[in-house]
């Protein structure tokens, strides 16, 4: 005998709880669970799951009555957050429930544990051409391979005297742009797409919910990593590293893209790269005013024989496994 599905229960108990209630706030939830509230004027429906990790157990108030997502009465104050749907039903007001659900422990792959407030690099905005001369700069110093642990860099990968990277950025509607200059004697790609780190060009990454922990390594399922060099004579950007569509429903794909505009531009002993980031090529960040994440560049160098050193503008890329939570953290300024 086939198992019957639980599918039209957990539809029914879904109708049942909710009805046409219009759903009027989204919660504070972390970043690995969802939670909205739909309000039925006498009372507040709170439907809420956790997609991404393991159950996660939460306290709740005596105010509230949950239900399973078959509909069953949960008659504990105590549940186990997980991917099945569970609804919180309560007289309380969305303000009361957004402060309740700012007290919950979702756990450290949802809010950060609280720090000081970090400085901000503020990212001025341009309708339509880019006043380069106007831009957020940021200048590049020695990669430092032991920004996690404390150690030193390693010796062995040492800018020559000389050798400068400076990175200008702006944003508009279209995307995030970039001006990186870097300085050094000559211009050697590498020739593998895949491996174009070990020639001259970039890497940058992002960070773009801020969730990276400072005690954590690697990066997490909203991070980005691009490289951007030359290749087979012509700029071409590999993404290595993309957030996952559950984020923003937006698929990603890895390898040579399209969805980064790039330009390299080679005159003696500097090199341009002019960069935009198309909106879903950073995303979930979102390109309005306010919006803030963390980012890096970091510059390889190559004397025609191997590279030699690195520069960069924040430590994390350059780290074994990576540590986004060392990357500079810039905010979307608005019109002027």
């Given at each position: 005998m086939a198992r019957p599905s639980c599918l039209p229960y957990a539809q029914r108990a879904l109708m049942d709880l909710i009805e046409e209630a219009p759903c009027v706030k989204e919660l504070d939830a972390g970043i690995s669970s969802r939670a909205y509230v739909f309000d039925r004027g006498d009372r507040r429906v709170v439907a809420m799951w956790k997609f991404m990790g393991e159950p996660r157990k939460l306290k709740l108030p005596a105010q509230a009555l949950v239900y399973g997502f078959m509909g069953t009465p949960e008659?504990?104050?105590?549940?186990?957050?997980?991917?099945?749907?569970?609804?919180?039903?309560?007289?309380?007001?969305?303000d009361k429930l957004e402060k309740m659900f700012?007290?919950?422990?979702?756990?450290?792959?949802?809010?950060?544990?609280?720090?000081?407030?970090?400085?901000?690099?503020?990212?001025?905005?341009?309708e339509r051409d880019v006043?380069?001369?106007?831009?957020?700069?940021?200048?590049?110093?020695?990669?430092?391979?032991?920004?996690?642990?404390?150690?030193?860099a390693a010796a062995s990968c040492e800018p020559k005297p000389g050798d400068a990277l400076e990175v200008r950025l702006a944003w508009n509607r279209t995307g995030l742009m970039m001006r990186v200059v870097v300085e050094k004697d000559g211009f050697h790609p590498e020739g593998e797409v895949m491996n174009t780190w070990k020639g001259d060009g970039l890497q940058i990454a992002f960070d773009t919910t801020k969730n990276a922990q400072r005690a954590g390594f690697g990066y997490e399922d909203d991070d980005f990593e691009y490289d951007l060099a030359m290749f087979g004579g012509k700029p071409t950007v590999y993404r290595r590293?993309?957030?996952?569509?559950?984020?923003?429903?937006?698929?990603?794909?890895?390898?040579?893209?399209?969805?980064?505009?790039?330009?390299?531009?080679?005159e003696g002993r500097k090199t341009v790269y002019t960069i935009r980031f198309a909106p879903q090529s950073v995303s979930p960040f979102r390109l309005d005013a306010g919006e803030s994440m963390r980012f890096a560049v970091l510059a390889?160098?190559?004397?025609?024989?191997?590279?030699?050193?690195?520069?960069?503008?924040?430590?994390g890329i350059f780290v074994s496994g990576k540590w986004p939570y060392g990357f500079q953290e810039m905010v979307l300024a608005g019109r002027q």
């Open positions: 008659e504990k104050d105590e549940i186990a957050l997980d991917a099945f749907p569970q609804y919180l039903v309560t007289k309380l007001s969305v700012a007290e919950l422990d979702f756990g450290a792959s949802g809010k950060a544990a609280a720090e000081a407030p970090r400085e901000q690099l503020k990212v001025p905005y341009f006043d380069w001369s106007r831009a957020a700069v940021v200048a590049g110093r020695k990669a430092d391979s032991g920004a996690r642990s404390g150690k030193r590293k993309a957030s996952l569509a559950y984020h923003d429903s937006l698929h990603k794909p890895l390898g040579v893209v399209e969805d980064v505009a790039l330009d390299i531009r080679n390889n160098l190559n004397d025609g024989k191997a590279r030699y050193g690195a520069l960069e503008t924040a430590p």
